[in-house]
């Protein structure tokens, strides 16, 4: 009896003293983040952002207050003044594409918040850093894998605008393809728009009318055109089999909690730094995934190669090459 | 690389995409013979295509979605009337305001209905082909049920209604003389909200055909401005639907084209952006040879009041 209860108010005194020692471990008031957005949440991009700090607010590290649909005529930077000024916000993340100057002249005027926005430019001190989808090196595997699925040869490619992260994921998957099987040829098209997902499909269909027997769906509305004509597809962004099981041969993800949780760890820490955070939407820190490969389509031998690429991209072993030119309508070996 | 199959392929899909830029063109210009301007228009497709979805997602079948969307047009028309007809507000001011009121009161309702990790689907109106037997002429039938309806039901009903019955009477009595349409005994303000409903059913299928035949989903833009393309389908065509519906196919047939072309070796040298381009200039193009003179309906956008 006596011994049970010394052992019982030993460790209930050990629990304490480990609390009081460890604040950050124990009772960590949880960080106030904000997030602001030019797009809306519902648009893939802003998705990725929003749901990795859903996930870091479900966990009990932060406290979430978000708003979307800010738009690109000046309304970015009275909301960030706005959440700076009466929010006293521990981070502010966002994206800045559309917004550049504002956002960081906002920045500028409190160096004291981190601001941290997917842009295309780079960091600037004191606090803003710059992150972006870095998903060259699973669109490469997929690429593989197309290169290896293709039996007309002729693979295609719906994306966007032709802008920097989407020509380096386009370039990155026609490289993967004619490194698996160089009679490839890889057509794209760039239907000038973020959504129209008619379009989209219209564009896939053109394309699938031509002899492509294998899709990389960039944009939504592409998986719909291949499962209706019984040809493959691959997703993008996040793990897209459920829209066509029977069609989808894998996806190239993208995930945005290594980023969130360096950051709220850094300004936990005191050591937050403004930086290109660059490396954390890769895939040797997670950041960057091939979502997992559906084997009733793609046959073992196929598969254990792109699991191989994924494990020397991952070691370091392979190196994926950043290719942001814009690639033309119809891309052979040579061109 | 231009064959038989790239042709029916290129038919194929004229007359699909055509398809709703058929029931924006034939809805606005029923809208516009009654002397209203309805720049709703955008959003009344947006509120169709996306009614539409939400309750065939909810139901489980496109069918009664596609009713769905009916009542949401026809609600959204009678908006319009009110504002236009019964308040005799600015007829541009009341479009615009209505289109963002529904894209807004539609994203709002896709977050709190739809939104999530996964995109959510339903199983789209299938395609029919009776004459899939003919090899590539037969591509060319590979089409919605929607789309039949839209050259073989909706044109003819329209060119029908406007031109052979007594409420066409008087739907273009109201939209050139108001005035003596009035003193005929013929409710100015009854045949406006009747053109704008009739008008507002037609454009929400126009964009139901999009989230329930197309694709089968709905996402964000999905209209992305092909209604403010119907609006000047309508002045093309001059206020007729037959010409409406030519310059339908004329647009779709180069967007078609173009998104062929894009991609096919040796055209590589031909800026992307102006093959996106070439619809919107063919119709451009196409409005200065034909716009001028437009015979616009006399009442056009003036509201009506007994004085």
């Not at chain 1, 000024?85 to 160096?111: H, L, Q, T």
């Amino acid at each position: 009896m006596s011994t049970r209860r010394h052992l019982l108010i030993a460790g209930g005194t050990a629990l304490v003293l480990a609390a009081a020692a460890a604040p950050g471990a124990f009772a960590q008031e949880p960080l106030k983040v904000n997030a602001a957005y030019s797009s809306v949440i519902e648009e893939p991009w802003d998705g990725v952002i929003h749901a990795a700090l859903e996930a870091e607010a479900a966990a009990g590290r932060i406290v979430h207050t978000w708003q979307d649909g800010i738009g690109y005529d000046g309304g970015m930077e009275l909301a960030l003044r706005e959440i700076a000024e009466s929010e006293s916000p521990a981070i502010i993340f966002g994206d800045s594409f559309g917004n550049e100057e504002a956002v960081r002249r906002v920045a500028a005027d409190y160096p004291e918040i981190p601001f941290v926005f997917g842009s295309g430019g780079g960091p600037a001190e004191p606090n803003f850093s710059v992150f972006d989808n870095w998903i060259h090196e699973p669109a490469f595997i997929a690429g593989w894998i197309a290169g290896g699925m293709t039996e007309s040869n002729i693979i295609g490619v719906v994306a966007g605008y032709p802008v920097p992260e989407v020509n380096r994921i386009t370039n990155a998957f026609i490289a993967g393809a004619q490194a698996k099987n160089p009679e490839v040829e890889v057509k794209v098209t760039f239907i000038n728009s973020w959504f129209d997902p008619a379009t989209a499909k219209e564009a896939a269909l053109a394309q699938i009318g031509a002899g492509a027997d294998v899709l990389y769906a960039e944009r939504a509305g592409v998986i719909e055109a291949a499962a209706e004509k019984g040809v493959l597809a691959i997703g993008n962004m996040s793990d897209q089999s459920s829209i066509a099981p029977g069609s989808v041969l894998t996806s190239v993800t993208w995930n945005m909690t290594p980023t969130v949780e360096y950051v709220i760890d850094q300004v936990l820490a005191g050591s937050y730094t403004s930086q290109d955070l660059k490396d954390f939407s890769m895939m040797a820190k997670g950041g960057a995934a091939l979502a997992p490969i559906n084997t009733e389509l793609v046959p073992e031998d196929l598969a254990a190669e792109a699991m191989d690429a994924e494990a020397q991209i991952r070691s370091g072993l392979l190196r994926v090459s950043i290719n942001e030119a814009t690639p033309s309508g119809s891309e052979m070996v040579g061109e | 690389m231009i064959d038989g199959s790239f042709l029916g392929d290129l038919a194929s899909a004229t007359f699909r995409n055509a398809t709703p830029l058929v029931y924006g063109t034939a809805g606005e210009t029923v809208t516009e013979r009654s002397g209203v301007l309805n720049l709703g228009i955008e959003g009344t497709m947006y509120v169709g295509a996306f009614t539409g979805f939400a309750v065939a997602w909810w139901v489980g079948d496109p069918l009664i979605g596609l009713l769905a969307a009916i009542v949401a047009g026809l609600l959204a028309g009678a908006v319009m009337g009110f504002l236009t007809v019964t308040l005799g507000a600015n007829q541009h001011v009341s479009g615009l305001g209505l289109t963002i009121g529904l894209i807004g009161l539609s994203e709002l309702g896709n977050r709190l209905l739809l939104s999530g990790s996964e995109l959510q689907k339903i199983q789209p109106f299938p395609q029919w082909n009776p004459l899939a037997g003919l090899g590539d002429i037969g591509l060319v039938f590979q089409q919605y049920g929607l789309t039949y309806a839209a050259f073989l039901l909706v044109a003819p009903a329209t060119w029908w209604l406007i031109g052979r019955t007594p409420f066409g009477l008087s739907l273009r009595a109201v939209g050139e003389n108001p005035e003596a349409a009035d003193a005929a005994g013929i409710s100015v303000a009854r045949t406006r909200y009747a053109a704008l409903m009739i008008g507002g059913a037609l454009m929400a299928v126009g964009g139901a055909f999009l989230t329930l035949a197309v694709l089968g989903a709905f996402t964000l833009d999905i209209i992305a401005g092909r209604g403010w393309v119907c609006l000047a389908l309508v002045i093309f065509g001059r206020w007729g639907i037959w010409r409406g519906v030519l310059g339908a196919l004329i647009f779709a047939f180069v967007y078609s084209l173009g998104l062929r072309l894009q991609i096919m070796p040796g055209f590589d040298g031909i800026p992307r952006e102006l093959m996106l381009a070439l619809p919107y200039l063919a119709v451009i193009a196409a409005l200065a040879l034909s716009g001028r003179n437009a015979p616009y309906p006399g009442a056009y956008l003036k509201p009506y009041r007994r004085s």
